[in-house]
């Protein structure tokens, strides 16, 4: 980051996490949306490896919160080191991990902290739309990686459809999810964020649209991606 004052804006808002920081494996709680969606983001990781396999990659989760995803990719034999600026996420997961005897290295810190490691796979699943500045984080993404390494990742797009279903609908009508969890400004067009990869010197960049089922609490692929989407990049 280019400077203290830079690197305290490009953090999630503490406030709303901090509040829901015991629910975090409740899976019928706040994050039960976040659950659910859990299935379908570990079978598009897998998908994108070409080996299918995620049996000791070093993998670095970005916002791991508390450590939902985290958990499911050391079970499938990754070396995870899962990093939340929020605190109290960072002791939840670290506590669950315990008690599943699960081996995952968590830290409480920004990424620009982390020097001198190499990954083979970044995940960063619903962070950078909380981001103020989320070309620092691929900027600094790519120094993490090693060569053709993977960057997966997925984001809410910035359209009126995002608008009236990811906040009015499941923030202030539905109540799937916090109120104020969502800023639409900082929501991110997937053009926009194909540009900062390039940006960066990363290719490939793809998207795939995603749709979730609030009655049965479900996701699934989707041709539409003006609500929600994954995507991905790989290091030149």
């Not at 939902?68 to 990719?73: A, G, K, N, R, S």
């Not at 002791?91 to 620009?112: P, Q």
């Amino acid at each position: 980051m280019k400077s203290k004052k830079l690197k305290k804006k490009n953090q999630e808002n503490p406030n709303v996490f901090d509040q829901l920081s015991e629910e975090w494996w409740d899976e019928n709680g706040a994050f039960k949306a976040l659950h659910s969606f859990n299935i379908l983001r570990l079978k598009y990781i897998k998908s994108s490896i070409p080996s299918n396999s995620l049996k000791n990659l070093k993998i670095l989760d970005i916002g791991c919160g508390g450590g939902i995803l985290c958990e499911p990719l050391a079970r499938l034999g990754a070396k995870v080191t899962g990093i939340d600026t929020n605190k109290k996420a960072i002791d939840v997961a670290k506590k669950h991990a315990k008690k599943s005897g699960l081996k995952i290295n968590y830290k409480n810190l920004d990424l620009t902290k982390i020097q001198g490691q190499k990954f083979n796979l970044i995940t960063c699943m619903e962070v950078l739309e909380h981001m103020e500045y989320p070309a620092e984080i691929i900027k600094k993404s790519n120094e993490l990686l090693e060569k053709n390494g993977l960057f997966l990742g997925s984001t809410i797009n910035k359209t009126i459809s995002s608008y009236i279903f990811a906040i009015v609908g499941a923030e202030k009508i539905a109540k799937l999810i916090p109120k104020g969890t969502h800023e639409w400004k900082k929501l991110i067009k997937p053009n926009y964020l194909k540009k900062l990869f390039f940006l960066y010197n990363f290719h490939n960049f793809n998207k795939y649209g995603v749709l979730y089922n609030p009655i049965t609490n479900t996701w699934s692929y989707s041709i539409f991606s003006n609500i929600n989407y994954f995507f991905s990049a790989s290091k030149s």
